[in-house]
T-cell receptor, first 115, second 110 residues
């Protein structure tokens, strides 16, 4: 596709449920990033993939958060046993390079609400 | 720890005048800096970037200035247009970690 595509756009879940958020990056982009954005704040880095390899997961807030990109294209961010503090917009971004000299292009995000 | 700060939550400018958005950072390891524009319910859209080896980058109405000694970044928009009204985020990268400011809401009045 022309841009980064994320689904679903909105997700409501009850506390304790598991959720899965999907990201389809720009075709051919080797680098893929996940961010979490709280209301009124800038995005915060969660994790980074280069192709299928997860090279940095230092931003994942707990072991309930898990991300994968098994074939080096589509990525899924999974949150297990969701808590109310997980409510946020989850953004995915991709870029064409491996070294940080090209901008990241963002999807429109998934707004997650935990009841 | 807020490594990137945008101290002005909002800015209002008259159409045709210059808009100046400011950003400060603390981590000297950042080597790539970007500005993003965001509309409600959409993801951030890339505007312009600058590498740490430069002090200025220009793209049409948008110019980004980098002062490494002061750890300060600014975005100039001239002339400002009503369609520029949005939230602007600055970002600083020490790849793959990219940190964002909290954003500045720009309103350009006709």
């Amino acid at each position: 596709g022309a841009g980064v595509s994320q689904s679903p756009r909105y997700k409501v879940a009850k506390r304790g449920q598991d959720v899965a958020l999907r990201c389809d990056p720009i075709s051919g982009h080797v680098s893929l990033f996940w961010y979490q954005q709280a209301l009124g704040q800038g995005p915060e880095f969660l994790t980074y993939f280069q192709n299928e390899a997860q090279l940095d997961k230092s931003g994942l807030p707990s072991d309930r958060f898990f991300a994968e990109r098994p074939e080096g294209s589509v990525s899924t961010l999974k949150i297990q046993r969701t808590q109310q503090e997980d409510s946020a917009v989850y953004l995915c971004a991709s870029s064409s390079d491996r070294g940080g000299n090209q901008p990241q292009h963002f999807g429109d995000g998934t707004r997650l609400s935990i009841l | 720890d807020q490594q990137v700060k945008q101290n002005s939550p909002s800015l209002s400018v008259q159409e045709g005048r210059i808009s100046i958005l400011n950003c400060d950072y603390t981590n000297s390891m950042f080597d790539y800096f970007l500005w993003y524009k965001k509309y409600p319910a959409e993801g951030p859209t890339f505007l312009i970037s600058i590498s740490s080896i430069k002090d200025k980058n220009e793209d049409g109405r948008f110019t980004v200035f980098l002062n490494k000694s002061a750890k300060h970044l600014s975005l100039h928009i001239v002339p400002s247009q009503p369609g520029d009204s949005a939230v602007y985020f600055c970002a600083a990268s020490d790849f793959p970690d990219m940190r964002f400011g909290a954003g500045t809401r720009l309103t350009v009045k006709p």
